[in-house]
Nanobody
Framework: QVQLVESGGGLVQAGGSLRLSCAAS????????MGWFRQAPGKDREFVAA????????AYADSVKGRFTISRDNANNTVYLQMNNLQPSDTAVYYC????????????WGPGTQVTVSS
């Protein structure tokens, strides 16, 4: 059974930084594209960033490009999201997930980690 556990969220002032981690188990991690997604109050969950299985290729939502960096450690089944210059609009619950066929895999969402950015 796939388990994804996010951590590293918290409360930070605008302009600050956080590093999120996602520990994965129950899947062949090194063969999976992994992504970060977020859901703000009252909004749908949205794509943030993705990283290829090898870690060589990345993709970002326009809203975070240049501020966020996704990376992975296949030896430790972990994917990271470094978030710099955080803005109040980044406030959301952040989730990681596998990406298959260009979409997150339903049914394998973790609990997420809350990021709150104060102005």
């Amino acid at each position: 059974q796939v388990q994804l556990v996010e951590s590293g969220g918290g409360l930070v002032q605008a302009g600050g930084s956080l590093r999120l981690s996602c520990a994965a188990s129950g899947l062949i991690f090194a063969s999976r594209i992994m992504g970060w997604f977020r859901q703000a109050p009252g909004k749908d969950r949205e794509f943030v960033a993705a990283v290829s299985a090898s870690g060589r290729n990345t993709a970002y939502a326009d809203s975070v490009k240049g501020r966020f960096t996704i990376s992975r450690d296949n030896a430790n089944n972990t994917v990271y999201l470094q978030m710099n210059n955080l803005q109040p609009s980044d406030t959301a619950v952040y989730y990681c997930n596998q990406v298959v066929g260009g979409a997150p895999v339903s049914g394998s969402w973790g609990p997420g980690t809350q990021v709150t950015v104060s102005s």
